[in-house]
């Protein structure tokens, strides 16, 4: 019998997809963790991370401009605090998603400084998982925590896993007349 482990199919997948599908992996991984894990977020803050987000995604796939994105990284590092409250490390993933996909259009255009490492969409799910596992044993008492972050983990995983599958495309279906599916 043969063990699948969710997080390396994961991994092994996502080497399958072009650029833009990784991006959008990207966004929807961090919307996700967002909308799970959203509680822990002011008004203010969700804005902050969702518009970081949008211009993002925008820029990559409707023709949005450096501009926006800029502005919308100077607002959201002005509302993320110093990354040591709850909130702070859940907008975390709002910034791993834009750096796994806009990164070099930030540091080319001056927004923010060069960096030799530059986040994959693997490291937007990997963060994922632990955000959304520590959310959900936030509140439970020692004994049951651990089980409660493994249990939340898988379950992350899991919806990533299905989301990737849902994105890859049937082999040959264009060259035999096939739609996706």
Sequence with gaps: ?????????LAELLGRLDDRQRSELAFAYAEH?????????????RAAASKYLGAAHDL???????????????VFFATR???????????????LAVDATCQRAL???????????????LDVAR?????VAAWTARSADSGDAAGL???????????QLIRLLAAIPVPDATAAGHDRE
């Design 1 to 9: 019998m043969e063990l699948i482990v969710v997080p390396r199919l």
């Design 33 to 45: 963790v967002l909308g799970v894990c959203g509680e822990a977020l002011s008004e203010t803050e």
């Design 60 to 74: 990559l796939t409707r023709g949005g401009s450096i501009e926006r994105l800029a502005e919308a990284h100077h």
């Design 149 to 159: 972050r493994r249990t939340a983990s898988w379950e992350e995983a899991r919806w």
């Design 81 to 95: 605090g110093d990354g040591s409250s709850q909130a702070d490390r859940v907008m975390w993933i709002a910034k």
């Design 127 to 131: 963060e994922g998982r632990q955000l």
């Design 107 to 121: 540091e080319e255009h001056g927004v923010r400084a060069r960096q030799h490492y530059q986040p994959g969409v």
